[in-house]
């Protein structure tokens, strides 16, 4: 554990991090990317020009600073930010160089007011707070179904909206068995798909939420276009348009802690609330699978959001789904027809419940302040948002 003193500076530059904190994880990646341009190959490039991996990583520090006494206060964060490095084959030695380009970022904008007390201070919390995140993923790697990333070919591909493809894909890689047969996939998860599109000088990465934890015909996934708002989805059209049927794609192996309260699956009193947009009802979609698999008496609430009839994803497996259940209630909200998912139908939801919500980062802000207003507890409310998630939690 940190030392008393380093605790206490530390903590005491709270305020400065609270008003500089965007700016110094802006400057810490232009700094990185700089001296480190391979590690282009992992970072969303998209997250980046957005704002959102440096809001992340603000928020991220921030909260640290605050807990950095009580670091295991922060476990779910930083559970589910390891879930991400694990599958993005972040390794232990990447981490000092996070921390060169941090306190260097540190340094660079609070000039004369970054001591050097602060930064040798900042220096052991991060050596702190990077064993934490090394031990944790140690474990995450070991526990992983098959190394790095694997080959697999795609044995089907299908158009599940106008924008949405569903991909299943079978490994065939030739350095490691992979025996899915043997494997428990969670409903829920991703996986992440490694791509070297030919228009971009670096790899790309991105996390596909599972469609189906069932892998009796392949791994199941589901990728949205993503060309909204003047942005061109690098991975997104590239999987659309030239990975086709007999193309092999690299994965690496399912990650992620969306997933369903165990002890909540098999009692009838406590009703499932699944809400979702657009490709968000990818992992949203594996819920209910196992939900009925498990217990169909349960009561289940569905609201599912896009933009018209063209746009709606997974209907038909949903409906089939849905039919098994024994008390449903289901909602479409279609943005073309003016029908909103908004706090107004939050406000008919049941409370208590047991709430599963992923959309995009717009819609997650959106439910997430309107379920919280409504005093649904966040214990009760479980999200993942297409895009970093420490960007929406509160520090």
Avoid at 9 to 23: D, F, M, N, Q, Y
Avoid at 134 to 144: H, R, V
Avoid at 357 to 384: Q, R, W
């Amino acid at each position: 554990m940190a030392s008393v003193q380093t605790i206490e500076i530390v903590k005491a530059t709270v305020p400065v991090l609270e008003e500089h904190g965007a700016t110094i994880t802006t400057v810490f990646y232009k700094n990185m990317f700089n001296e480190h341009p391979e590690l282009l190959d992992i970072f969303n490039e998209t997250n980046q020009k957005l704002g959102r991996q440096q809001t992340a990583l603000a928020t991220t520090v921030l909260a640290a600073a605050k807990h950095l006494d009580k670091l295991e206060t922060l476990l779910p964060q930083v559970t589910q930010i390891s879930h991400k490095h694990r599958a993005l084959q972040i390794l232990p030695e990447h981490y000092p160089i996070v921390g060169h380009h941090l306190l260097g970022a540190i340094k660079e904008v609070l000039g004369e007011a970054a001591n050097d007390d602060i930064i040798n201070a900042w220096s052991e919390a991060y050596d702190e707070i990077a064993d934490v995140f090394i031990q944790l993923e140690e474990t995450m790697y070991e526990q992983a179904l098959w190394d790095g990333f694997a080959t697999f070919k795609v044995v089907e591909k299908s158009a599940v909206a106008t924008d949405i493809a569903a991909f299943t894909v079978i490994p065939v890689d030739e350095n490691q068995v992979i025996d899915l047969d043997k494997f428990t996939l969670t409903a829920g998860q991703y996986i992440t798909v490694k791509t070297d599109p030919t228009d971009s000088d670096n790899l790309a990465l991105r996390h596909y939420s599972l469609y189906s934890a069932h892998t009796d015909e392949g791994i199941k996934f589901a990728v949205r276009r993503d060309n909204r708002n003047e942005h061109y989805g690098l991975v997104s059209n590239y999987l659309h348009d030239e990975v086709e049927v007999g193309d092999t794609i690299l994965l690496s192996a399912p990650a992620g802690d969306f997933a369903l309260n165990q002890d909540l699956m098999g009692q009838n009193d406590i009703p499932l609330v699944l809400i979702s947009a657009g490709v968000g009802v990818t992992p949203i979609l594996s819920i209910l699978e196992a939900q009925i698999a498990s217990n169909p008496k349960r009561p289940i609430i569905w609201a599912y959001a896009c933009q018209n009839e063209q746009h709606h994803a997974f209907d038909k497996q949903v409906n089939q789904l849905l039919a098994s259940a024994k008390d449903v209630e289901k909602q479409v909200f279609y943005f073309d027809s003016g029908k909103l998912l908004d706090d107004r139908y939050l406000a008919t939801l049941p409370e208590p419940a047991d709430i599963y919500v992923c959309g995009s980062m717009p819609f997650m802000e959106s439910i997430i302040d309107g379920l919280t207003a409504l005093n649904h507890g966040l214990d009760k409310v479980h999200y993942e948002p297409f895009g970093p998630k420490m960007s929406l939690q509160a520090s």
